[in-house]
């Protein structure tokens, strides 16, 4: 049970943190 809320909220981060990564690639 507990995986469930702890994949939910680390999954947001982890696309946010992917989306910053790809927009400073773009910008180096």
Known sequence: MALKPDFSKGLLPVILQDADTK????LG
Not at 23 to 26: E, G, I
């Open 23 to 26: 927009q400073v690639l773009m």
